[in-house]
T-cell receptor
């Protein structure tokens, strides 16, 4: 089944404890991206990747890191999480840039 | 970077009434996409509009792209309880932009349908 998977789905952590949210797609998509969703603010893009080894900042990249070493994986790294990073995170991919986005199921992160 | 404003933020309708959400940009958009997110779910792609003045229909849903490519709308005729969710527009940064490859979403319209 063609899909985008994210892990974990739910995570409660403490301020400053490094964490990684994994994202993987099995559709051979070139484009991948991360979004955070907060009430009233819609979906805001954190980082995107047009292809392997190519990543760029979205609208809210501060406090996040990404890497794209393989086509299928695009992990999101929070080196030192803070409470303002409490949010619902979505990974998405598309065959190419400008294409329809396929979203993962989401990761709900709480930082205390 | 480009900004996409979406209104209204909330819309409550009685089942059978029509619903419209609007997206506006101060800059010309190369294209616009629409997504639907059911409560507790993830966004799902509905459609993409590319041409000036383009109109596309999917059953009870009608999508329009403005002549100047600065605005778009989604209209649902005779809403049903299955239409409940949040509707987002999204626009890709154009080739001339400094952030080519970035996708900007509107704030979304939360639709509630009362049976």
């Amino acid at each position: 089944e063609a899909q985008v998977t994210q892990n974990p789905r739910y995570l409660i952590t403490v301020t400053g404890k490094k964490l990684t949210v994994t994202c993987s797609q099995n559709m051979n998509h070139e484009y991948m991206s991360w979004y955070r969703q907060d009430p009233g603010l819609g979906l805001r893009q954190i980082y995107y990747s047009m292809n392997v080894e190519v990543t760029d900042k979205g609208d809210v990249p501060e406090g996040y890191k990404v890497s794209r070493k393989e086509k299928r994986n695009f992990p999101l790294i929070l080196e030192s999480p803070s409470p303002n990073q409490t949010s619902l995170y979505f990974c998405a991919s598309s065959l190419v840039h400008l294409g329809e986005q396929y979203f993962g199921p989401g990761t709900r992160l709480t930082v205390t | 970077g480009q900004q996409v404003m979406q209104i209204p933020q909330y819309q409550h309708v009685q089942e059978g009434e029509d619903f419209t959400t609007y997206c506006n940009s101060s800059t010309t958009l190369s294209n616009i996409q629409w997504y639907k997110q059911r409560p507790g779910g993830h966004p799902v792609f509905l459609i993409q509009l590319v041409k000036s003045g383009e109109v596309k229909k999917q059953k009870r849903l009608t999508f329009q792209f403005g002549e100047a490519k600065k605005n778009s709308s989604l209209h649902i005729t005779a809403t049903q309880t299955t239409d409940v969710g949040t509707y987002f527009c999204a626009a890709w940064e154009g080739a001339g932009g400094t952030s080519y490859g970035k996708l900007t979403f509107g704030q979304g319209t939360i639709l509630t349908v009362h049976p």
